[in-house]
């Protein structure tokens, strides 16, 4: 009876175990160290008793992890910036219950070292990747920085094995292995020297809503901004240029004279290529004419290949968002680009130079969803080893 009862109690514990770790690992502030508790999620998810519990596990993770989508997704996708409660509750619940079901399918009592592997790449990659945000992966930059794509491997063999051990702890060598990997994060970490793009600058901006960003004022503001840039290259957030084939036109003064004292600008923008949206960095200056491309753009209100009506935006599935600029492989991650998995790996696999983030989170000011994806853009940088240049409007 008290067996029974204890079990009552102990399942909602997993739930709130697993939503407390979300919780901690996306907080407010973007505070990368917390995401090192990501192999700690899976380890909790292997040590539950069952396929219902594991999933409350998940479920609960990927509902703290994701609450910024309740307040910032029912602005983002709401009609006129109004918040609306039904389309804040789809984009936290849905991903949530998509994301947490794979988990729970895979569970098992045997073999959890390579369920855990697979788990893992399912949310990672297309099709289900392409809301695999909030991913325990992200602990890799914490963990292993400067490591690359072996960091990636080995942060992908500590959740494993931390996995495994949370099941059978009598086991002695998955013990030693974990104490092994724990040894080699602490000694990455200790020789570990974040680097550093001398004269890039980052520019963060508060004209709200950058889809708008379309009106003669705000473009007037733009090159007011860039005839008096001091620095090499400056980036500018996401939409910062409004709708390019239009506006680059107004931008040619300050386009003009950024080539005669050899400076430059990254500036996020959208353009129409045969009848998609394009959500795109433009530069301009010194060296211009150079497109980055965004591989993967918000579902439901950006991509919606099913529609046969209104605004379709491009995608970029095998894209690196790598292109030589300034002497340098310059990366470019374009707002939703830094939270997912599968673009990061790419970028990585392509070797860059510099990392830049743009991002436009006028939709997410003031709520967790700001914090995660200055924590993931964050971990993806340590992870590779590359001096990061950001750039957000709010």
Known sequence: MIKRYSNYIATPGFFLFGALLGWAMFDYDGDMPWLALGPFVVALWARSGGRWTAWLVMFGYYLGAGRGLFAGGGVFFADKGVFSLSDGLLVWIGPALILSAVWALLWGRASILFRSFIAIILVAVPPVGIIGWGSPILAAGVWFPGMGLAGLLLMLLTIGLMAKFAQSKQDHYTWWSVT??????????????????????????????????????????????????????????????????????????????????????????????????????????????????????????MWRPWASQGEKWAVDWTGSGVQPFQGKKVAVMICYDQVIVWPAILTMMDKPDVLVGVSNGWWSKGTAATGAQIASMGSWARLMGLPMVTARNE
Request: charged share 20%; hydrophobic share 40%.
């Open 180 to 301: 092994g990997l724990v040894v080699v994060s602490l000694v990455c970490n200790s020789l570990y020297v974040s680097p550093t793009q001398d004269d890039w600058i980052g520019v963060n901006t508060d004209f709200g809503d950058g889809r708008k960003q379309t009106s003669f004022e705000g473009i007037s503001r733009l090159q007011d901004s860039l005839l008096t840039q001091q620095s090499k290259v400056a980036v500018w957030p996401e939409a910062a240029g409004g709708w390019w084939d239009v506006n680059e036109a107004f931008l040619s003064a300050a386009d003009d004279e950024m080539k005669m004292q050899k400076r430059s600008a990254l500036i996020g923008a959208h353009r129409v290529v045969n009848g998609l949206y394009m959500n795109t960095v433009e530069s301009i200056g010194a060296e211009s004419g150079i497109e980055w491309h965004s591989r993967m753009v918000v579902p439901l209100s």
